[in-house]
């Protein structure tokens, strides 16, 4: 008798079922899932045409008996679970018995399979859940699937895929993550005939983390490990002030079982505590290991979702593994700052501002802070600023009812920048204050400077490149290659000079002029990460320019002289720009002076 059996109804009735064929990724999933479940030790999975047109998954696994091959493709027909309590207590990647069948519904299947102990292995083909034909056949030991035209017979589901690039890009972020699930398999990976990643298969997680995401990342990882309540949670995290910016370099496995789960990675997150910058993500690749009867992984057909007995005893090693990856950092340097003294209560500190000559207009700012300023000989016109809800939301604090100097914003307030103005001072290194008949214009120092700058990128200005001394090397994912590969002449267009270094990395010998100094690998990183799915040339471009202009710029909190705010001042109102950042946020506040008055009662 074979080892797959069908599920007995009560038991089929309890999984959570729906099984869809969503994509090429969703194949590849179920695949590599039963080649880990045969005890692999090395799995190949190759794609053409995204996996659309084909794709394959050989395994050296204990293979499929001659008598279960056909058995294999029906619904509900498994060997690793039996009866319903095996729901509670499951030890398999797959379980449901689902895969081979809704693969086989929508596409031409070839399977070949042999077991280490039998003299022939079996071939089959299934077309569109039809069996074509079964025969038995010398093979190697293990199983192989080639799976042909998915959606051929559905071309309804053709319409919600990407392009062939995107969906490739898909199934190389889930092999990366299987790799770094099962370092002990070696894993070959393929796209179009191109080695992407090959996996050594040595047991060793950080040789893994090596062959997804290069030397880079390897000086700023540590290993973490922590357990407590037959919980334990290990792997590698980086070290604290590691810059991440891509938010997807972060894996959690639940008894190695990769899941998405935003309350996990928050946890994770959290126990960084302040020495994570905001707007920052952490490198992590965890696997928490609990006992099955502790966590449901019958949440959903797609099995990336669990659910835990007790959250807060999972949250609670998790923290404390991470933890152990900033005490380098808690407790070990304390900085002793200047003891500040005491100012009497009600006590006003004034200081005039320095007189400027309000003629003087600088082609660019000096030294090493506003370098590269755009100005323009556009003539000056009237523009009309949004001061409505321009404060940042972080300032806004709920339920604060205190009796506060309140303006009254008006949704509209017009300003002519012809007018005379005099730059009267900076307010918390921030925000450029000027005085401009009634009204107060206050102007945020970064997004002011972004903007100007953003301007010149996109008015042609952007060709000139720098020779970099030392070439910057970029390590990316395979997602992101495909964008550099298929937008090689837009990063050439704006002055870069890229090309192809290695697998995964990029060598850079020259930049625009304008971003000369910024951290190359940053500033692409970050536009490749921002590009949404439905990319164009277009889009790229301006994700480049516009993290270009944010980078290139001085930041809150540099500290300015009179002279460089007075240039920021000039530059912004004496230039025809909008008067919003590149990302949308309001570069412009203005207050009257009737609303200054109203708020100390003067006018009513």
Known sequence: MGEIRRLPKNVSDKIAAGEVVERPLSVVKELIENAIDAGASAVSISITGGGIKQLCVTDNGKGIGAEDVELAFEKHATSKIATEKDLYYINTQGFRGEALSSIAAVSVVDMKTKQREAEMGTQIRVSGGRMDGISPAGLPDGT???????????????????????????????????????????????????????????????????????????????????????????????????????????????????????????????????????????????????????????????????????????????????????????????????????????????????EVLQTALFSGFGGATLKETALSDKPAETYVYETQNSMDDSSAI?????????FDYEPEVTVDAPQSYRVIGCFANTYVLVEQGEDLLIIDQHAAHERLLYEKLTGGQSSASQTLLTPAVLTVSHAQKLIIDENINVFQSLGFDIELFGMLEYKVGAVPMVVAGVSVDELINDALSEISENRGKEVLKRELIIRASCRSAVKAGDKLSQTELLSIAESFLNTGVMPTCPHGRPVITVITKKQIEKSFKRVL
């Open 144 to 354: 192989s699937l080639t799976v042909s035209n998915l959606f051929y017979n559905v071309p309804a589901r053709l319409k919600f895929l990407k392009s062939e690039q995107q969906e490739a890009a898909y199934v190389s972020d889930l092999v990366s993550r299987y790799i770094l699930a099962f370092p002990e398999i070696s894993f070959h990976y393929t796209s179009q005939g191109k080695t992407i990643y090959h996996s050594p298969g040595n047991g060793d997680l950080k040789d893994a983390i090596y062959c997804v995401y290069g030397a880079a990342l390897m000086d700023n990882i540590i290993y973490v490990s922590d357990e407590a309540n037959d919980i334990k949670v290990e792997g590698y995290v980086s070290r604290p002030g590691a810059v991440m910016k891509n938010r997807q370099k972060g894996s959690l496995f639940v008894n190695r079982r990769f899941v998405r789960s935003t309350a996990l990675n928050d946890m994770v997150k959290s126990a960084y505590g302040p020495t994570l910058v905001k707007g920052e993500s952490p490198f992590f690749a965890l696997n928490i290991s609990i006992p099955p009867g502790l966590v449901d992984v019958n949440v959903h057909p797609n099995k990336l979702q669990v659910r835990f007995h007790d959250n807060a005893a999972v949250e609670y090693v998790i923290k404390e593994a991470v933890a152990q990856a900033c005490k380098e950092i808690r407790g070990s340097v304390m900085i002793d700052m200047p003891a500040q003294p005491e100012r009497p209560r009600g006590s006003v500190e004034m200081q005039a501002p320095k």
């Open 398 to 406: 709920a339920g604060d009812t205190t009796d506060t100097p309140h």
